[in-house]
């Protein structure tokens, strides 16, 4: 592409992946999520070209790139490239004043991994161009058309959680994320002695995909059923373990199990940022142990590879806990290892992992890191 040859980026954006401590698919049944982002990220380099509306968009990171004109957005056939004309799409709604811009993005979030790479893509683009053409939008509008852009231009029907992790972070914090009413608290976590560490099964999953459709469908068959006693009843948020048993004879066992998953879900995020509070980090690992049962067993969106991982982190005395994180179907284990032990359970891990399933694991550690921002 052509304008890389003197390229000189007026603005230097980077935007964050994220983990979710505890509350996985609880954002689009309108509950609690505890997320933070992370510090590897992708870095936007813009420059305005001086055109009415020619863009391009290159990505160093797979050497691809693309042409577009800001008075014909469309759906592309290349996945990636609708992640940025979705949200021009919806820039385009709130707005005039984009012009023609040349965008540079690299990335060190591995993809397919569970971190969010789709709604870091969609933040640091309506982050650069927020800054770099003046357009006034607040944080949380560059969180809610990201999270519109995925479900029309992607296809995916995702929660607010992930742009919102990306966008709204706090070095040193997790957040307290109710996705119904959007009111959010920042929670100091320190696991001082232990480390966060992602185990990248390598399995990649499509977010795109039917399972995840799949799995709010279930559960939104879930809330008419229990509308039909209790009326009152909006989302999975609004149900507990009276009314969800009230209503099981009623559901498919499918179903029930998948409800029952949120309910419990919703009430783990609680208990986390008591046990946060309170610095228990015994009980912190006890919740993600619980939590990786019930998103293999009653939401059944793991894998055999997540699941060998988290029951290998069991025989280590040196682990306080651990389960899959992200959407599902492969992606990170999130684990809680004692600094000391890291090495060595890294070490074990990718030696079992290598003898069972043949793979490479990757590990790396994460740190609650701070939202999207200007380099």
């Known amino acids: 592409m052509q304008f890389l040859e003197n390229f000189k980026p007026e603005l230097v954006i980077s935007s964050p992946g994220r983990i979710n401590l505890i509350g996985e698919h609880t954002d689009y049944?309108?509950?609690?999520?505890?997320?933070?982002?992370?510090?590897?990220?992708?870095?936007?380099?813009?420059?305005?070209?001086?055109?009415e509306n020619q863009c391009h968009v290159y990505?160093?990171?797979?050497?691809?790139?693309?042409?577009?004109?800001?008075?014909?957005?469309?759906?592309?056939?290349?996945?990636?490239?609708?992640?940025?004309?979705?949200?021009?799409?919806?820039?385009?709604?709130?707005?005039?004043?984009?012009?023609g811009f040349d965008c540079i993005v690299e990335s060190n979030l591995p993809t397919g991994s569970g971190l969010s790479s789709s709604a870091a893509l969609e933040c640091g683009l309506a982050f650069?161009?927020?800054?770099?053409?003046?357009?006034?939008?607040?944080?949380?509008?560059?969180v809610q058309l990201s999270q519109t852009a995925e479900h029309t231009y992607v296809g995916t029907q995702c929660g607010i959680m992930d742009q919102f992790a990306s966008v709204m972070s706090e070095a040193g914090n997790v957040i307290l994320l109710d996705c119904r009413s959007l009111e959010y608290k920042h929670i100091p976590i320190d696991l001082h002695p232990y480390k966060i560490i992602l185990l990248n099964t390598k399995v990649s999953h499509n977010?795109?995909?039917?399972?995840?459709n799949t799995r709010k469908e279930?559960?939104?068959?879930?809330?008419?059923?229990?509308?039909?006693?209790?009326?009152?009843?909006?989302?999975?948020?609004?149900?507990?373990?009276?009314?969800?048993?009230?209503?099981?004879?009623?559901?498919?066992?499918?179903?029930?199990?998948?409800?029952?998953?949120i309910v419990k879900e919703n009430d783990r995020v609680l208990e986390m940022v008591e046990a946060l509070k309170q610095n228990n980090l015994e009980e912190v690992g006890q919740i993600l142990y619980k939590a990786h049962d019930g998103i293999s067993k009653e939401y059944e969106v793991s894998c055999p590879e997540s699941d060998f991982l988290v029951d290998f982190s069991k025989d280590n005395?040196?682990?306080?806990?651990?389960?899959?994180?992200?959407?599902?179907?492969?992606?990170?284990?999130?684990?809680?290892?004692?600094?000391?032990?890291?090495?060595?359970?890294?070490?074990?891990?990718?030696?079992?992992?290598?003898?069972?399933?043949?793979?490479?694991?990757?590990?790396?550690?994460?740190?609650?890191?701070?939202?999207?921002?200007?380099?």
């Not at 209790?230 to 066992?253: C, F, H, Q, T, W």
């Not at 990170?332 to 600094?339: F, K, M, P, R």
């Not at 000391?340 to 290598?354: E, L, Q, R």
């Open 218 to 261: 279930e559960c939104e068959q879930g809330v008419a059923i229990i509308q039909k006693k209790y009326p009152n009843v909006k989302s999975l948020r609004d149900v507990n373990g009276e009314i969800l048993l009230a209503s099981k004879k009623d559901m498919s066992p499918i179903v029930y199990n998948r409800c029952s998953f």
């Open 128 to 142: 650069g161009l927020n800054e770099i053409f003046d357009l006034g939008l607040s944080k949380i509008e560059m």
């Open 29 to 51: 049944n309108m509950g609690y999520v505890l997320p933070t982002a992370i510090e590897k990220n992708i870095t936007f380099s813009f420059k305005k070209n001086g055109s």
């Open 59 to 99: 990505s160093k990171t797979y050497d691809t790139g693309f042409e577009l004109n800001l008075d014909k957005i469309a759906v592309s056939k290349v996945e990636w490239e609708n992640y940025i004309l979705g949200v021009l799409n919806e820039i385009s709604k709130r707005t005039d004043k984009v012009r």
């Open 317 to 375: 005395a040196q682990v306080l806990g651990a389960r899959q994180t992200g959407g599902g179907f492969g992606g990170c284990t999130l684990n809680i290892v004692h600094e000391s032990a890291v090495g060595d359970f890294v070490s074990a891990a990718t030696k079992a992992y290598k003898d069972k399933f043949d793979i490479t694991l990757e590990a790396f550690e994460v740190r609650p890191s701070g939202g999207t921002s200007i380099i």
């Open 207 to 212: 977010l795109a995909s039917s399972e995840y």
